[in-house]
Every structure is written in C-alpha cells, then in structure tokens.
C-alpha cells in the first residue's frame, strides 16, 4: 500500500512537472513575439510622433519582462520539483564571475549607485555548476539594491577561508521582520515589508536549490530596518590540490561597479 502511495505520488508530481514546462514554453513564445514588435512598434512612434509615447511603452516592457521573470522561474521550479536539474560542475574563477556579474548585468541602469566588491584570502579555484553560481549570486544582489531605495550601496565580498569560499551579500535597506525570516526561503513566500516591490516569491527559493545542488549552504541574518547579510558557502578543494589563482594585474581586490536592480525574489 506504501508503495502504491508512493508511485501515485510520482506520477502526479511529474504530471505537474510536464503541466508546468508545457504551460512555461508556451508563454514563452506570445512573450518573446510581444517583445521584439514592440522594439518595432518605438522605433516607428519616435519616428512620427517623438518621445511622447515612451512612459506608456515603458510600462509594457516593463511587465512583460516581469511575466517573463515569472515564467523562467516557475518553469525552473518544476524542473526541481522533478528532480531534472542536474549540476554540471566545472572550475570556477569565483572573483572573475562575481566581477563580470556585477560590471555587466547590474551596469548602466539609472540608480546611480555602486556596488562595492571586497576579496579576502587568497583566491582560488572552485568546482561548481557555473550557470547555478551565477544565478544564485545575481538573485542575491538583485533583491540587495531593490530593498534597499536610497540607501547606502549593497556591498559583496568574498573570502577565502581554507575549505570553502564565504560570500556575503550584505545591504543596508529594509531588512526582514523577525516574524518572516523563518518561511523566507519557501516559494511565493513574501515578508510583509515587500508588498510595495514587485518579485515573484521564487528567486531565495530557487538560490536554495541551486545552493544545495553545489553542495553549499545559504543563509542570513537580517532585523528590519537595518538591512540584510546573506552568507553563500561552497566548499573548495584543498588548497595543496588546486594551485592559487594568480589574478591579472589591472584587477583590484576591490572594485566599484555600477549597479541597479532589475529582478526580485
């Protein structure tokens, strides 16, 4: 009977899963037509008519690109659901991929604020799926410099202990009440001090995952009104196995970049 339950259990769960990839792949595709007619439809409005249209153009990128947000999300979600998301562990320069993410994902946005970007110890190589640490680490900034309008910029920085590698994403903006912090990570959750920002509920939730299937651990501490710390750990190889990453000489160990938000949790 156990058994009979179990297998049932499976079958809707992968039912769900191909509902919710079916579902996810045919938003896409209206989406992606919505978006290049309307790069279409500005250029031939600035061409008659000038700039008067922009706002109300502005406002349909804007939400198409959260509906796609969306979409990804719940789409990667279902992949985890059924347990299809398999790393594929590669060496990493992690000071190299936190440097290009925030330079270019978070640049040229007109928040006029600046990350800072701090590097302790000795930088090494590390082995984990690229494509996960990278997302991980976006969320986490992405959600710094959307809870924290005004304040003083979010700041990263990476140390390098023996056997694993420490990333602390800290902001200084509105922190999480004491009373959400224990369902932050659980999806479509929301504190109740983000109601005026937009997010789906799923960005720390999927970061968990994607934490986990690097063999890391993902954390924080937090009391609202004084901003947000989030600890990402990933373990590293003895320092004897991999020898120490030599970093160009017109790097710095700590570097401003232009950033802004553009997605949430």
Known sequence: ETRRA?????????????????????????LTVIQSNMQLLRSQIRKKQGPA??????RVEKETRRLTTL?????????????????????????AVVQSLVQEQFAGETDGRQALLQVEGVPRSLEVDPKLFEHTLSNLLSNAFKYSP???????????HPHKLEVQVRDFGIGIPE?????????????????????TGLGLAIALEFTKLNDGSLFFVSKEGEGATFFLELPLPSPKEVPPFVPNPQDESVQKVSAQQERGE
């Open 71 to 95: 979409m990804n999300d719940v789409l990667i979600m279902g992949r985890l659901d059924a347990n299809r998301l398999k790393p594929h562990r590669e060496t990493v320069d992690a000071v």
């Open 150 to 160: 005004g304040a003083q910029a979010p700041v990263v920085t990476l140390i390098f």
């Open 179 to 199: 009373e959400d912090q224990a369902h932050l990570f659980q999806s479509f959750f929301r504190a109740r001090n983000t109601r005026a920002f937009q997010g």
């Open 53 to 58: 249209y922009d706002k109300l153009l502005d």
């Open 6 to 30: 179990l297998a049932r259990e499976r079958e809707l769960n992968e039912l769900k899963s191909h509902f919710v990839s079916v579902a996810s792949h045919q938003f896409r595709t209206p």
